[in-house]
């Protein structure tokens, strides 16, 4: 999605889905691409972080259930992320 946002305030024109400034939108995937791959030489973990939240459903997946996702952050050795989430979210055990 690519808005001009100076004509269009209220983001209504999808200037990539209007087929306009293709080469704009192709440009901000090129430095996002290349911005992710700066960052994941630099991480700890061989995977994108956000790829992991989205194959396990999305950041909000867990909202009522956060027992059986702290129950998988454990099992997939994730348990100091669990203890995080159970402290600051008490009240959703």
């Known amino acids: ?11 209504v024109d999808d200037l990539v889905a209007d087929g306009e400034d293709l080469s704009v ?11 992710t791959d700066e960052q994941m030489a630099r991480s700890y973990s061989p995977v994108d972080p956000l790829k992991i939240v989205l194959s396990e459903g999305g950041p909000y997946h867990c909202r009522g ?3 059986a ?4 952050l454990r ?10 989430l159970e402290q600051r979210h008490p009240d959703e055990l």
Do not use: C, I, K
């Not at 939108?25 to 911005?35: T, V």
């Not at 996702?69 to 998988?72: A, D």
């Open 1 to 11: 999605m690519l808005f001009d946002v100076a004509r269009d305030p209220h983001e």
């Open 25 to 35: 939108a192709a440009q901000g995937r090129e430095l996002l691409a290349a911005w």
């Open 65 to 67: 259930r956060l027992p």
């Open 69 to 72: 996702y702290l129950e998988r």
């Open 75 to 84: 099992a997939t050795g994730r348990s100091a992320w669990a203890d995080v």
